[in-house]
């Protein structure tokens, strides 16, 4: 029997094919539920033992133990198929953070002032810092024929990221996606990083030439499907989701609308030049705001994409992350100043805002660290830069250290701001408004 499959596997490509990637998510799944449960048992959230999963699977230590058999688990051919499933996997996750959202259904309004400011306090101290430290070691960290304030205004961007699929988990694992900081801290997150990859489009533009026309194309295309997408599509899904509930049930048509509006939403967004994840969380807010629609789409779907399609993301980011290139002297200086600068600028920046609009210090501190979480995010951030030659291995790994480390402080800051005490609070909180804004 065996050998038959191997003869047949010879001459039909696909099942040839098959018999790569089935293996390849096998580790991945194994690897990545038992980084998962460690993670769990060390106090940290289960998704930052995923990201290590991915990280440990690539280059930086199984390739490096084992270079032959990380070889055969991961092929060059197998990586494109990884890709696809860890971009679906991300878009549809994203998409239920944003179809998960109280985004005004059952809580209070946000006024749109507070998630802005928040944003704002999130970028700019990162950004400024950032570059002020690319600009002073330029000449230690840069590579040939980047100009010094395209490299600085780079490595602030990267900085000024955050992890906005982690910060979603934490806040989804402790029941507090809803409270007040949890749907501030959501909606500044996504603006973060909506701005973050505008600047990435910008800077990709100059880098390669195309002039500020593609740039100004790009953010004006991604405004114009924000607005589309809010605005009239919301409001045929309102239609959409009156029949959901009617029939009690996400039937097997209507799981096809659902699934449908992330995958165009994110495949638009990649048209238009921005990363598609964020195709997916607008396409979750554009979906009925109603808590039992909600309630139907998340038992639906929710399991699968975070069980199965986003450690294959981990791991795909993971393989192409190689944690060397660090030395000694300058190098480690420049490390440090890049790790301070991004520390303070997101920590203090949105601590600070919290504090202005009346949140106490330990709710504002609590922020500030989930903030200053970056993940994955600058991850595919630096990828990118890396590919086009924006930055050089040694600068790439040393923000994936900063990732790891911002990533690994958030939870054990967030949990020394806001203890379970004061963390039920907030619980409490939601259900009682909640509660006072349900129909009698």
């Known amino acids: 029997m065996h050998d038959h499959i191997l003869a047949t596997a010879t001459t039909d490509k696909n099942l040839a094919l098959t018999l790569k990637v089935l293996p390849a ?25 995923e990201m290590v999963a991915g990280v440990l699977l690539g280059p930086t230590l199984f390739g490096w133990l084992f270079p032959d058999a990380q070889a055969k688990v991961f092929p060059p051919e197998v990586k494109p198929i990884l890709y696809v499933l860890s971009t679906l996997g991300l878009t549809l996750y994203m998409f239920l953070v944003g179809a998960g959202m109280d985004h005004g259904g059952s809580g209070p309004k946000q006024p749109p002032s507070r998630p802005a400011l928040l944003s704002i306090s999130g970028i700019l101290p990162a950004l400024l810092l950032g570059g002020a430290t690319g600009y002073l070691f330029y000449g230690t960290l840069s590579g040939d024929g980047v100009d010094r304030w395209f490299f600085a205004t780079y490595l602030g961007g990267a900085l000024s990221i955050t992890a906005f699929p982690m910060l979603a988990r934490i806040l989804y694992e402790r029941g507090l996606e809803n409270s007040p900081i949890g749907r501030l801290t959501l909606l500044a997150g996504g603006i973060d990083d909506a701005v973050a990859w505008c600047l990435l489009a910008v800077l990709t533009a100059i880098h390669n030439d195309a002039g500020p026309g593609d740039a100004v194309r790009t953010i ?55 990363y598609s994840v964020f195709g997916g969380f607008i396409a979750g807010l554009s979906m009925p705001r109603d808590p039992e629609f909600r309630r139907l789409v998340h ?11 986003l450690p294959i993301f981990f791991t795909f980011s ?123």
């Open 25 to 49: 998510i096998v580790v991945i799944l194994i690897v990545s539920g038992l980084c998962g449960r460690l993670a769990l048992r060390l106090w940290q959230p289960r998704v930052l033992g």
């Open 220 to 274: 004006a295309l991604a405004v114009l499907f924000v607005v589309a997408m809010l605005t009239v599509v919301s409001r045929g899904l309102r239609i959409f989701g009156r029949h959901v509930l009617r029939a009690g049930e996400v039937t097997p048509g209507a799981m096809y609308v659902i699934v449908l509006v992330p995958v165009v939403a994110g495949w638009l967004t990649d048209w238009i030049g921005i």
């Open 299 to 309: 038992g639906r779907m929710m399991d699968v994409v975070s069980t199965l399609l």
């Open 318 to 440: 993971g393989l192409n992350t190689k944690l060397d290139g660090l030395g000694g002297g300058m190098t480690l200086l420049a490390f440090a100043a890049i790790l301070t600068a991004g520390f303070i600028g997101k920590f203090a920046g949105c601590s600070l805002a919290m504090r202005s609009i009346g949140f106490g210090w330990r709710e504002s501190n609590a922020v500030g660290a989930l903030m200053n979480a970056r993940g994955l995010m600058i991850l595919i951030f630096i990828n990118i830069g890396l590919a086009q030659g924006m930055i050089d291995q040694r600068v790439f790994s040393m923000l994936v250290l900063v990732a790891v480390i911002t990533t690994a402080a958030a939870l054990p800051l967030y949990l020394w701001a806001l203890p379970q005490r004061l963390e039920a609070d907030q619980r409490q909180k939601t259900a009682d408004e909640e509660e006072a804004l349900a129909p009698a």
